[in-house]
């Protein structure tokens, strides 16, 4: 099982455990179209769309993995599904697309046969631009450890 | 709306889905069963043999209709678009 660190710098690249608060565990993510849909793309002659790209934020707390609709709109996507998410102002049914996620530095490959489409437009954590929320539909193949005192976390799956 | 056609088929047929499908993942097109896979990949991966990027619903044949759990959205940090 492949282990990877992920450390968080501040002043003079020492480690600095605010850093990982202030952020979160994030993770450099690159969003395509499915391989099926790919590979169906291309024998027809059609361009595939290319990768978006832009970070993930690990959580335990969403029970899917969601991407940025505009993302999913930008790959040429059609949703496969609904699901009735709970809100703050009570159930919404929401797009269920599917997707490619890539994480390069992890080469981590995931194809979702179903990700949430929500609205993370805008959405920026420490300078960088939130496309992709990771649920718990993905840590139920790994093994995540928040180490807050020491600035880092830990990825392994 | 996409899907409304897909979903208005499955909520129609539910009861008969669940005697023969219980626990699988069916392909609807439009009015019609295309299809019923063990797994969700398999009925994507049949979709778009058959209808390229053109919308199809799969859903999983169940007696309750999953939640989705997004904190973010619950608490209304994040906005939900129907």
New interface residues.
């Given amino acids: 099982m492949p282990v990877h660190n992920r450390f968080f710098l501040g002043q003079g690249a020492k480690i600095d455990p605010h850093v990982l608060a202030q952020a979160g565990p994030l993770l450099h993510v690159e969003v395509s179209v ?1 391989t ?2 790919g590979r ?2 291309a024998e ?1 002659g059609q361009p595939i769309p290319a990768p978006v790209g832009g970070w993930a934020l690990l ?1 335990t ?4 993995s ?1 991407v940025d ?1 505009s993302v999913l709109q930008k790959l ?1 996507l ?12 009570g ?5 269920l697309y ?1 997707a490619r996620l890539r994480f390069p530095a992890e080469g981590l490959d995931i ?1 979702f ?2 990700v ?5 437009k805008g ?1 920026r954590i420490a300078d960088r631009e939130l496309i992709v ?1 990771i ?1 718990r539909d993905v840590l139920a193949h790994c093994v995540l450890i928040y180490n807050g005192p020491g600035g880092f976390f830990t990825l392994a799956f | 709306m ?2 409304e056609k897909e ?1 208005a088929f499955y909520e129609q047929h539910k009861a008969e889905l669940l005697k023969h499908y219980e626990g699988l993942y069916v392909l609807i097109k439009g009015n019609e069963l295309i299809g019923a896979f063990t ?3 398999e ?3 049949a ?3 058959r209808f ?8 999983r044949v169940t007696k309750e ?12 940090v ?5």
């Fill in positions: 499915p099926a849909l169906y793309l027809r959580g707390g969403a029970t899917r969601c609709a040429g059609s949703p496969v599904g609904v699901v009735q998410t709970a809100t703050a102002g159930m919404v049914p929401q797009y599917p194809e046969a179903s949430i489409g929500v609205d993370l959405l929320l649920g | 996409p899907l979903l797994s969700e990949a009925a994507y991966q979709g778009v043999e390229g990027t053109e919308p199809f619903l799969i859903k209709e999953e939640v989705g759990l997004i904190p973010a959205l619950s608490l209304g994040l906005h939900a678009r129907a």
